[in-house]
């Protein structure tokens, strides 16, 4: 089992930033892949940002060039920088990470507001 805790999130100016993290604990062997969802009431659970053991990313398309996502294996731990944020960033955020199984954290709220 894998245990994932998010922190980082709060409310915050439209052009503010925030940094998520995630950290992972419990009988962690080698994580694989990891990432970001996030998630409006009533809408899907859509994809943020994903990186590899190895550091590739992908970013969703509303996000790119402002959010940024990394990762340090070692800590089993998962970030993810948020610069110049929308108000249309505004979601619960949850982090993943792929350890045989997809484990999720519990989620975190971000609000964009002023």
């Known amino acids: 089992q894998v245990q994932l805790v998010e922190s980082g999130g709060g409310l915050v100016q439209p052009g503010g930033s925030l940094r998520l993290s995630c950290a992972g604990s419990g009988s962690i062997r080698s994580i694989g892949n990891m990432g970001w969802h996030r998630q409006v009431p009533g809408k899907e659970r859509e994809l943020v940002a994903t990186i590899t053991r190895t550091g590739n990313t992908r970013y969703a398309d509303s996000v790119k060039g402002r959010f940024t996502v990394s990762r340090d294996n070692a800590k089993n731990a998962l970030y993810l920088q948020m610069n110049s944020l929308k108000a249309e960033d505004t979601a619960v955020y949850y982090c993943?990470?792929?350890?045989?199984?997809?484990?999720w954290g519990q989620g975190i709220q971000v609000t964009v507001s002023s």
């Open positions: 993943y990470a792929i350890e045989t199984n997809v484990y």
